[in-house]
């Protein structure tokens, strides 16, 4: 990584602390990643943004606030992206998936709480994070309550604008979501002073939706025996997608995939046991369940998770002449994301099904962050149309730390065993 001392400080990050977690990342990646046999030569471009996550993106971010762009942090794949675009505003994922923000989040936050939470919360708090120092605004989302509370508290830091969204999707939710939307535009075009326009919004939709497209690609070709890339790798290009700049993200995930294209005619088949993750996200460094899973006879083919297919899975229509038949079209594809916070969710069930077929998957790993009740009492219903089925699925229920590994890791080798 270069030098990137002065812009840290003047984005008045905790430097000190700010040295420990970087010094802790690239170790853990050279562990995880780079002793992967075979890797597409392609990923070198997802270790480089990696490597300077904290670095070259976060210099690009500045260069662009110095023309007068405008940085936003969102959590929550519900916050349509085609908006911030049609803004002409930047954003990025500020979901946090390491251990090193809990101890700050527990300062705020009450420690049985969802890790994600308290790890955004700790990322703020600590002034470690550049993503969260560059933002001139946050966007929430009123999904679980751990993260509605926390949002309260990022207020005292900085500006945040809260989206609310239904819990149910019937028609009138499908009518408040659109006002959601609405009220969101204007929010950005305050902020931007840049006007949402219909050709701006369209290209933002068209924008959104080639990013949409590539990651399909990206997943479609995981439902070759062999899959040509390890499920390490595809949730690295996930968990870069919602950082990059989406032009660059878009042709450098195309270039992957042509590889990963010519693999598979050259694919040697192999016994590895196909897995499916279902459950809650993995953001950034939250490599966890990925490396224990693939340092045993397995391959993890898909994600059933907003690092995952709920990213990117359904278009927004690019149909309609004025801004209201668009922003209908966006809220039709968001309120068809399939997260446990709406009830009921049977969707997800659908979803869950159709991917068991489509991947040929030979058991699933149902993951869920502690204390994330709403993913955990959906469990149940999971359990149900897979025991249906006679599909083997197993429960991993943890957070960031690195203490249970050893039981994960043997729980995991017991369930690759009897499917
Ligand atoms: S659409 S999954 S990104 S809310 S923070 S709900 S893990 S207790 S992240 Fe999510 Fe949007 Fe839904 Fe997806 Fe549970 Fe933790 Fe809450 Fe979480």
Redesign the pocket.
Known sequence: MGDYKNMWENLDMDLDKHDILCSALPESFGEIYLTQKNRPESMNYFNYALAEVHGARIEELQKSKENGKKVVGT????VPDEVIFAADAIGVGL?SGSQFWIEDGEKVLPRNL?P??KAFVGAKISRTCPYFQSCNMLVG?T??D??KKAYEILQEYMPIHVMDLPQMKKEKDFEQWQQEIKIFIKRMEELTQNKVTVKRLKEGIRLANRKRAVLKRLYDLRKNIPSPISGLDALLVSQVAFMDDPDRFITKTEQLCDELEERVKNGIPNTKKRIMITG??MAIPNWKLHSIVEALDAEIVVEE??TGT?YFENQVSEEGNTLDELIKNIAQRYLN?H???FTPNTGRMEDILEYVKEYKIDGVIYYN?S?????AIEYKQVEKILKDKDIPLLNIETDYSEEDIGQIKTRIEAFLEMI
């Open positions: 959590f929550c794949v519900f979901c969802c994600l939470v989302e999904t679980c751990g993260k809650t996200p998770t907003c709920r994301i997260c446990a916070c962050l204390f994330c009740h709403t993913y």
